[in-house]
């Protein structure tokens, strides 16, 4: 390593600049979303089993509530717009908007060129966990998904049943295609009840115990129509391993709720992104 320069303290020690200052960004109407949720009627229901994936949908002006009915278990939610799955959850600028953990009031964005709020967190159970002593915070948008490449390529292992296989497969079928079609769809996720941070001293990703307990649930209010799909992770609450038949899995589910006729009114879904596309030329 080379030695420090003379001026290595003053470089450190530059104030940091926020990237994106989100002051601009149009704003969700969480008032008008709470009293429509006040008298919305359950319309329907998915139970994603442990280590396994299912799909859901969810009409533009409903809300989706993931929880844990049995114990804690963390999940791997993709979304896509329901009429165009090109159109998809895009982390890295959630992230870069919204900062690496997300909570009530703050959207998912989708992909270029919409690049628009897909869904909006109306309710986070966990919302008071904040950021703890390691940095650590829940519901993240900055781990990628368990995997099994990554899996190969540390441990030499093929283990199916983490969350990229557990979402491909549940795409495949319910687009009805093969495997290779359905997977290139699959992308990063939000880590629904993670506890997760980077290191202080080395920068690393890391997971600890989920604070989720049954009962605990994160809502969201689907600002398009969407297509979901939830994976219950083989981490379980990710204390302990990231992908394992070892680890205690418990399933996770999703219920859909709609709002009484009129409850919405004022509300329009967000149009795409008014960029001309013309790129400079």
Not at 1 to 14: T, W
Not at 30 to 41: D, F, Q, R, S, T
Not at 126 to 137: E, H
Not at 154 to 161: A, C, D, F, R, V
Request: hydrophobic content about 35%; some cysteine; charged content about 20%.
């Amino acid at each position: 390593m080379q030695s420090p320069p003379s001026d290595a303290d003053q470089r450190r020690n530059i104030k940091p600049v926020i990237c994106y200052p989100v002051d601009g960004l149009p704003r969700r109407d969480l008032l008008l979303y709470a009293k429509a949720l006040e008298g919305a009627e359950k319309i329907g229901e998915t139970l994603v089993p442990a280590r396994d994936a299912r799909m859901f949908t969810v009409p533009a002006g409903h809300f989706f509530r993931m929880s844990c009915p049995e114990g804690p278990q963390v999940g791997d939610l993709n979304l896509w717009n329901a009429d165009d799955i090109t159109e998809r959850f895009y982390t890295g600028k959630t992230r870069a908007l919204h900062g690496t953990h997300v909570t009530t009031g703050e959207s998912l964005w989708s992909s270029f060129p919409m690049l628009r709020p897909m869904a909006t967190v109306t309710t986070d159970t966990l919302g008071w966990y904040g950021i703890d002593p390691f940095g650590g915070s829940v519901h993240d948008v900055i781990g990628t998904r368990c995997d099994p490449y990554t899996g190969n390529l540390l441990s030499g292992t093929h283990y199916h049943h983490c969350c990229h296989s557990n979402l491909t497969r549940a795409l495949a079928d319910h687009l009805d295609v093969a495997l290779k079609e359905a997977e290139p769809h699959v992308h990063d996720v939000l880590n629904v009840f993670m506890c997760t941070g980077f290191t202080r001293d080395t920068g690393q990703y890391f997971m600890k115990a989920s604070p989720v307990r049954q009962g605990d649930y994160l809502e969201l209010f689907a600002e398009i129509d969407l297509l979901g799909a939830l994976s219950a992770c083989p981490g379980g609450d990710c204390s302990s391993e990231h992908s394992s038949d070892e680890a205690q899995c418990h399933p996770l589910l999703v219920e859909v709720f709609k709002p009484a006729v009129g409850a919405l009114d004022g509300w329009e879904p967000p149009q795409p992104n008014g960029y001309d596309g013309t790129h400079g030329r």
